[in-house]
């Protein structure tokens, strides 16, 4: 393991003003979201939308530092032949891979779950590493609710999470850890911190237990966040100081950088709670965005499948990822989208 190589590329994925674009929806996600535009999520027309986004020059040069790929997409060419991982290279942003195989009933817990996919990850990420992928995505899935989530849920997927990150190490490929703590349910935002706060300090357990190089990797982690059916939904300001304080408290600062999954945000929340943050500084990591439906729901109604609207859907694209960027120094404010508009 070269970590010297491994906390460059960690590094340059949190890169001030640039995240991370998580283009890695499984197919049946995907699907969903074409449905909602009226477009049939065939191979070509999925591999048509993707290389859209990766042809967004100034998206992709300006603020976008690494893109997550879902395992259709990383083989896929776009349609003058050229690698898709090759165009993502060609605008100074990294290719990365979720490698999860999604999630299964976890035995004994109901109404908890468990991510798999840890048998033959080692021979997939060296398939992945030689097409060019120096990151990759693992998503463990935590729930809030009536008992849960119980410690059981919590330590399984822990260990899994860094079980999958020493295998990324070793195949010399920055693991993004992500524990996800889902904002369904009605918790509030003081119950969604403490069993983030859980999740983290076990999850870091098990990252030295599997002698995990904390500078060679990247947190993914939710932000602290009302559920969305709770009553009283907490401000922006009030997120942005307890999701410092949560990640001061639980992510070392040898950690190179921290980059927040949207988990359902709409697209300008999720911009306003980064750019919150950010007035707080300074900060010990690198602290960026790694969204996926709060960068693309917009320029994929733009698009709408159709050729005449790659303009447009590239433009709207931009917007986001600028918004991001912005967000990511505290320079964003809300009257830009209304320019846009």
């Not at 020059?57 to 896929?76: C, F, H, K, P």
């Not at 009536?146 to 010399?172: D, E, F, K, W």
């Not at 949560?246 to 949207?262: D, H, M, N, T, Y």
Request: net charge neutral; with cysteine; charged share 25%.
């Amino acid at each position: 393991m070269n970590l010297t190589e491994l906390n460059r590329i960690a590094t340059a994925l949190v890169a001030p003003g640039k995240g991370i674009l998580a283009a890695d929806e499984s197919s049946g996600t995907i699907k969903k979201r074409f449905d909602a535009i009226g477009v049939e999520s065939t191979e070509e027309n999925r591999r048509d939308y993707r290389e859209m986004l990766f042809r967004s020059n100034e998206a992709m040069s300006r603020y976008i530092s690494g893109v997550i790929l879902y395992d259709e997409t990383i083989w896929q060419n776009a349609k003058d032949g050229t690698p898709l991982v090759k165009l993502i290279e060609s605008s100074g942003a990294i290719p990365g891979i979720k490698v999860d195989e999604g999630t299964q009933a976890l035995p004994m817990c109901p109404g908890e779950l468990v991510t798999v996919g840890l048998d033959k990850l080692a021979e997939r990420l060296k398939k992945y590493h030689e097409r060019g992928a120096r990151f990759a995505k693992w998503r463990a899935v935590i729930d809030i609710g009536s008992g849960i989530p119980s410690m059981t849920a919590i330590s399984v997927n822990a260990h899994a999470l860094a079980r999958y990150a020493a295998l990324c190490q070793a195949a010399q490929i920055v693991p993004i850890v992500e524990p996800e703590v889902l904002m369904d349910g009605d918790h509030d935002i003081d119950r969604c911190y403490e069993v983030t706060s859980r999740v983290l300090n076990k999850t870091f357990q098990e990252l030295r237990v599997q002698r995990v190089a904390l500078e060679g990797m990247v947190l993914k982690p939710n932000m602290a966040i009302s559920g969305k059916k709770c009553a009283k939904q907490a401000s922006v300001e009030e997120v942005a100081e307890k999701t410092i304080w949560l990640l001061k408290a639980c992510v070392p600062a040898v950690v190179p950088g921290i980059a927040f999954l949207s988990g359902g945000q709409s697209d300008e929340e999720a911009t306003a709670h980064l750019n919150a943050m950010h007035k707080l500084g300074p900060l010990p990591w690198g602290l960026t965005f790694s969204y996926g439906r709060a960068l693309q729901a917009a320029p994929q109604k733009a698009w709408s499948g159709k050729a005449e609207n790659v303009a447009a859907g590239q433009s709207a694209f931009s917007h986001r990822a600028r918004m991001n960027g912005l967000a990511c120094k505290g320079e964003w404010q809300s009257s830009l989208e209304q320019k846009a508009a």
